[in-house]
């Protein structure tokens, strides 16, 4: 299995607080993803990494910011929780040089609730 | 814009019935990945399959299947012989040229395997 961790794993937040992420790999893949996961909506990317201090929006990046300081960590920050961003978040990475490098494998999730 | 279509939310199928699960992908790409994943209950997200857009065999590993169609723009999964263990939410996705690419999600088919 990949080395991918996330912490916390649970956490429960208030309207307004500041909430972060960590995603931890020991792969040293280039690739690293967040993604929030939804009934009915699947999984949807948030913001992604293609390298240290690298970063790009994905398709629901409102309410979020990440930051890449260090090829093995990945934060994801809700700088004002609500509860729409009540959710399960997912971080992935991926070595990124195309053929077989190309999977995404994933953390165990982090399950966000905000009251 | 790239899209991904699971017609089916849920499929509850018998023990040792056969079970295909359909996933029906757009994309402007000439080239372009397609995975499938599987989340069991315990909520992690397992890594079944790549399969690139010039590959159209067919590929079979134990009782999983897949069918790959360019031309109905179809990546379809068959389960032989379903067993209850394969019960799990599962999602097809794509990713673009690079193949490091985000991927993007069907909003996944809900399998429960009865014995």
């Known amino acids: 299995d990949a080395g991918i961790t996330q912490s916390p794993r649970h956490k429960v937040t208030e309207t307004g607080t500041p909430v972060t992420l960590r995603c931890h790999q020991t792969e040293n893949h280039r690739y690293m993803y967040w993604y929030r996961q939804d009934p009915g909506h699947g999984l949807r990317l948030i913001h992604y990494?293609?390298?240290?201090?690298?970063?790009d929006k994905g398709e629901v990046s409102d309410g979020y910011s990440v930051s890449r300081s260090k090829t093995e960590d990945f934060l994801l920050t809700l700088e004002s929780a609500t509860s729409s961003q009540t959710s399960v978040y997912f971080c992935a990475i991926s070595q990124g040089t195309g053929g077989k490098y190309n999977e995404q494998f994933f953390g165990p999730g982090t399950r966000l609730t905000v009251l | 814009a790239q899209k991904v279509t699971q017609a089916q939310t849920e499929i509850s199928v018998v023990e040792k019935e056969d079970v295909t699960l359909d996933c029906v992908y757009e994309?402007?790409?000439?080239?372009?990945?397609l995975f499938w994943y599987k989340q069991p209950p315990s909520g992690e997200l397992v890594f079944l399959i790549r399969?690139?857009?010039?590959?159209?065999q067919n590929e079979i590993s134990g009782r999983y299947s897949w069918n790959f169609q360019k031309s109905t723009s179809s990546f379809n999964f068959t389960i032989t012989a379903s067993q209850v263990v394969d019960s799990a939410v599962y999602f097809c996705a794509l990713s673009g040229r690079s193949g490091n690419t985000p991927l993007v999600f069907g909003k996944g088919t809900r399998l429960s395997v009865i014995a």
């Open positions: 994309t402007r790409d000439t080239t372009y990945y």
């Open positions: 990494s293609y390298g240290v201090k690298d970063t």
């Open positions: 399969r690139n857009s010039f590959d159209e």
